[in-house]
């Protein structure tokens, strides 16, 4: 089981900024490793180290809002920069799949419409996985993201934690 320090780890080493394409490892087989792989050939799957090319990018740790009832994923003000300010049909890409919906740029906080529901189900999505959204494409007509997940597995001893503290204030999560 992977801890949750680890998951961090993943994620940061995916957004390092040695992590770019013109940074990337030469040799084929170090550019495609794998997380937690033990010396074992790389195959392209979801657990897989991807490159960012340099575009603008953000992450996110999933929480409850953005995959329970409401299934909301507004965009970060950093990125709102980068973003039209209409609702245009934007693209999700993630091994080798492609989600279709609309971006709604238009009001106060930015969001995706409720493809993202499809989306989240489709990837079984979890709280605490990572997501690393890379804007491929933003043009006044249409918005490409290139995700990576990083799933965030919480092990079972900190999960009963969760379950039964950190609720309210009375029952606050105590970490030795």
Not at 92 to 98: P, S, V
Not at 156 to 167: F, P, V
Request: one cysteine or more; glycine letters at 8%.
């Amino acid at each position: 089981m992977v801890t949750p320090s680890k998951r961090v780890a993943q994620l940061a080493a995916v957004k390092m900024e040695a992590c770019t394409t013109e940074n990337a490892p030469e040799n084929e087989e170090i550019r495609h490793t794998r997380f937690g792989s033990n010396s074992e050939p790389a195959k392209l799957d979801e657990d897989e180290i991807r490159y960012l090319s340099g575009k603008p990018y953000f992450d996110m740790v999933l929480s409850k809002s953005h995959i329970s009832h409401t299934f909301g994923l507004l965009f970060p003000v950093s990125m709102i920069r980068e973003l039209p300010r209409a609702t245009i049909p934007a693209v999700l890409k993630n091994g080798g799949k492609i989600w279709n919906m609309s971006y709604c740029g238009g009001g106060v906080r930015p969001k995706l419409d409720s493809g993202w529901k499809t989306f989240v189900a489709d990837n079984n999505l979890k709280i605490g996985d990572g997501c690393v959204f890379e804007l491929m494409e933003s043009t006044g007509t249409n918005l490409v993201f290139k995700v990576m997940i990083v799933r965030g597995d919480i092990p079972t001893e900190l999960q009963e934690l969760i379950d039964s503290r950190g609720k309210s204030g009375d029952t606050p999560i105590v970490l030795d």
